[in-house]
Nanobody, 126 residues
Framework: QVQLVESGGGLVQAGGSVRLSCAAS????????MGWFRQAPGQEREFVAA????????YYADSVKDRFTISRDNAKTTVYLQMNSLKPEDTALYYC???????????????????WGQGTQVTVSS
């Protein structure tokens, strides 16, 4: 089993930055592609970003391209989401997830991810 724990969320002003972290259990962290999803009240869960097992490939939703950066440190078994130029519409509960299959396949589909964290709230004020 893989356990994921997100941290780093909170209140931030529009235009500001925040870095989310997701700490994973286990020494097989590099076996998994990792993704970030978000969900706002009354909205469907939305793909944000993903990164392949060793970080060679990254994927982003159009809404966050050039503002967010996903990265990972396999030695620390941690994945990060650096969020810059934040907008009020970025307000959501952010989840990290682990994907056992090839990262490039169904990258944006939540059901293709095997393990999920509890989420961390990001609120962007105007």
């Amino acid at each position: 089993q893989v356990q994921l724990v997100e941290s780093g969320g909170g209140l931030v002003q529009a235009g500001g930055s925040v870095r989310l972290s997701c700490a994973a259990s286990g020494r097989t962290f590099s076996n998994y592609g990792m993704g970030w999803f978000r969900q706002a009240p009354g909205q469907e869960r939305e793909f944000v970003a993903a990164i392949s097992r060793y970080g060679a490939s990254t994927y982003y939703a159009d809404s966050v391209k050039d503002r967010f950066t996903i990265s990972r440190d396999n030695a620390k078994t941690t994945v990060y989401l650096q969020m810059n130029s934040l907008k009020p519409e970025d307000t959501a509960l952010y989840y990290c997830a682990a994907k056992g299959g090839p990262t490039s396949i169904e990258t944006m589909t939540a059901r293709s991810y095997d393990y999920w964290g509890q989420g961390t709230q990001v609120t962007v004020s105007s």
